[in-house]
């Protein structure tokens, strides 16, 4: 059974850091790519970085420069680096992980929320 987990969201001041963390595991795919989302209240879901199997990444603009996505040593394993955070970056930030066929699995996703 195909599970993606987040962690490492929280309460951080305007200017901090947080580091998320994903991890993929039942897989019986190799992963194609993997993507970081997020959705503030009233507002619909956005990517915010994504890697492929060969480690390239894209960034909008809201975020380059100031989020790095990158993969673990550890198996199907994944990190987001959110430096410099402004209170519009709070949001549930979900993992979205690419098999082939382009089947994607969600994980149930980590709040961060970023105060003035």
């Known amino acids: 059974q195909v599970q993606v987990v987040e962690s490492g969201g929280g309460l951080v001041q305007a200017g901090g850091s947080l580091r998320l963390s994903c991890t993929a595991s039942g897989m019986e795919f190799s992963i194609n790519a993997m993507a970081w989302y997020r959705q503030a209240p009233g507002k619909q879901r956005e990517l915010v970085a994504g890697?492929?199997?060969?480690?390239?990444?894209n960034y909008p603009y809201f975020v380059k420069g100031r989020f790095t996505v990158s993969r673990a040593s550890a198996k199907n394993t994944w990190y987001l680096e959110m430096n410099s955070l402004k209170p519009e970056d709070t949001a549930v930030y979900y993992c979205?992980?690419?098999?082939?066929?382009?089947?994607?699995?969600w994980g149930q996703g980590t709040q961060a929320t970023v105060s003035s």
């Open positions: 890697i492929t199997s060969e480690g390239i990444t």
């Open positions: 979205a992980v690419r098999v082939p066929g382009d089947k994607d699995y």
